[in-house]
Structure formats: C-alpha cells, structure tokens
C-alpha cells in the first residue's frame, strides 16, 4: 500500500496538534502558565502547518474523491461535511482562545478554552478517521477540484 505523502503529513499535524492541546490543558490544571502557553502556541502552529499543506495541496493539485463502495459513499460524505464544520468552529474558537490568551482576557480565554479543547479532539478524530476512510481502507479516487470531490460527480 502507497500512502500520499501529503494528506499523510497534514493528517499527522492535525493530530500532533491535538495532542499539544492535551498537554497543554494538563499543564493548565496544574497552573503552568508559561508551558500551558508555549504548548498552546505550538498547537496552533502545528494546526497552521497543517492548514498550510491541505490549502497548497487544494489549490495545486486538487481534492481526492472517495474510492469506497458507491453505497457507503453517501456516509461519508455526511461525515466529511460534519468534520468540516468542526474544523470550522475549530479554528475560529482557537483563534479566540490564542488571541485571549496573548491579551490575558481571562475572563473569556477560560470560558471558552475547555470548548475550544474539545471541538479540537473531535477535529482531529473525525480528520483522521476522514484520512482512514479516503486512503487505508479504501484506495483513492480521482483527484479532482475540492467542490467534485465534497460533492461528488466527476
Ligand atoms: C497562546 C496563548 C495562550 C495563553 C497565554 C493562555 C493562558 C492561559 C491562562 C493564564 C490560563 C489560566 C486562566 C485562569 O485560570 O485564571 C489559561 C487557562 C486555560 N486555557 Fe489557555 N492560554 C493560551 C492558549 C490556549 C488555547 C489555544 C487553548 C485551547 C485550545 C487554551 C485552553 C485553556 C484551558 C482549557 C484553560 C483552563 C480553563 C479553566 O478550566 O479554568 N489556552 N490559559
């Protein structure tokens, strides 16, 4: 089995993301503030990184279709759209939580810092398993623009 070099980078920061954001809400509890922020900032950078490659690899190459059986097909289409709208919320709640974090807004930065973790995990859970699906389990469609391949067709 060959994997894609790129999907598999950018899946793998996705997850090394999230996983910064578990250390870095470990460190919080046991008010590290300085690692708390080093490691969140990291988050973000790697969830950049990965942003960075999947938006390059839209642009220059395309998006790849599913390849699995044409009856599952519809599930994971509903999947991958649910993903995106984590993704979404993801980011901009991220955002919020960095920029409070940087300007000490306490008040909001720990409101929305536990969302903010969670909407992540689930981020990068349902990212991978959209990787799992796209290229493991089964072998990848065409890779064609990024509307063909949310919305099907050739
Ligand atoms: C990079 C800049 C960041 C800085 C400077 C920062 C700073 C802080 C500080 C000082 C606290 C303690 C607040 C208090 O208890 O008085 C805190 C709490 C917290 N932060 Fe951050 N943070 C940053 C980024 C993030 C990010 C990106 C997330 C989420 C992904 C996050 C999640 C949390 C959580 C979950 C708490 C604990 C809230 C609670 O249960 O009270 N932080 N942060």
Redesign the pocket.
Known sequence: MSLPVLPTISTFFIALSAVF?AI??AQ??R?Q?EK??KT??L??IFALTFFIIYVSRTLFIGNTAFGGPADIKIYYTIFLIFHICLATTGAV??LV??L???K?N?KL??KI??Y??VI?FFTAITGVAVYLLLYVFYTGGPTTSVFKAILGGE
Do not use: C
């Open positions: 954001v870095g809400w919080i509890k008010r503030i708390h922020k969140m900032l988050a973000g709640f991220g939580s960095i409070s974090g940087l000490n306490l930065h720990r810092g536990p903010t973790s992540w």
